[in-house]
């Protein structure tokens, strides 16, 4: 089945470590996102990539890194320069361009909770 | 920058009807969206609505665009325990990178007995 697979569900992580989450997808779509997700805050945009080897920063990239050596593979660093890293991480990808409905797929996230 | 604005919580009564409100500020958004997130799960879109659109139906679903006031609501009818969900409004902007869409903060809506 075509679809976004996020992974480590779950990752605890001791303060002053960098943890790279996961995200694949199969949907052959050119655009994938991650977003970061804090109770009452809704969805916050960290970094997207729109095409291979090609990424920006979102509104809130300061302490994460991303790489797009793939089409398929949009992997996250949360480095130790992330003050805050506890969080609800979403990945999201979509088929890119500006025309067309341009809805995002999302995968089920990854909780990451540092001690 | 652009703004998407819905409050944080709504009770209604199962088989009642749910209106989940959004508000947005660029007036050039093309594309509206409504996703539903479960408890520790991904959002799933449940439907979306051209700008030049007011008013989508689909199953349950009514989607409500008022585009004079930058208003855009969701109608759930015959709600049920399995609505119980965050409901996120989005917006995609004319303009700017790609498809990168802006998010509401969500209303969690609840279903009572």
């Known amino acids: 089945d075509g679809g976004i697979t996020q992974s480590p569900k779950y990752l605890f992580r001791k303060e002053g470590q960098n943890v790279t989450l996961s995200c694949e997808q199969n949907?052959?779509?050119?655009?994938m996102y991650w977003y970061r997700q804090d109770p009452g805050q809704g969805l916050r945009l960290i970094y997207y990539?729109?095409?291979?080897?090609?990424?920006q920063k979102g509104d809130i990239a300061e302490g994460y890194s991303v790489s797009r050596e793939k089409k398929e593979s949009f992997p996250l660093t949360v480095t130790s320069a992330q003050k805050n890293p506890t969080a609800f991480y979403l990945c999201?990808?979509?088929?890119?361009?500006?025309?067309?409905?341009?809805?995002?797929?999302f995968g089920e996230g990854s909780r990451l909770t540092v001690l | 920058g652009e703004d998407v604005e819905q409050s944080l919580f709504l009770s209604v009564r199962e088989g009642d009807s749910s209106v989940i409100n959004c508000t947005y500020t660029?007036?050039?958004?093309?594309?509206l969206y409504w996703y539903k997130q479960e408890p520790g799960a991904g959002l799933q879109l449940l439907t979306y609505i051209f700008s030049n659109m007011d008013m989508k139906q689909d199953q349950r679903l009514t989607v409500l665009l008022n585009k004079k006031d930058k208003h855009l609501s969701l109608r759930i009818a015959d709600t049920q325990t399995g609505d119980s969900a965050i409901y996120f409004c989005?917006?995609?902007?004319?303009?700017?990178?790609?498809?990168?869409?802006?998010f509401g903060t969500g209303t969690q809506l609840k279903v009572e007995l």
């Open positions: 989005a917006e995609k902007p004319l303009t700017g990178g790609g498809n990168k869409l802006t």
């Open positions: 660029d007036s050039s958004s093309t594309y």
């Open positions: 999201a990808s979509s088929s890119g361009g500006t025309s067309g409905s341009g809805e995002l797929f």
């Open positions: 990539s729109q095409i291979v080897n090609d990424f």
């Open positions: 949907l052959n779509h050119d655009a």
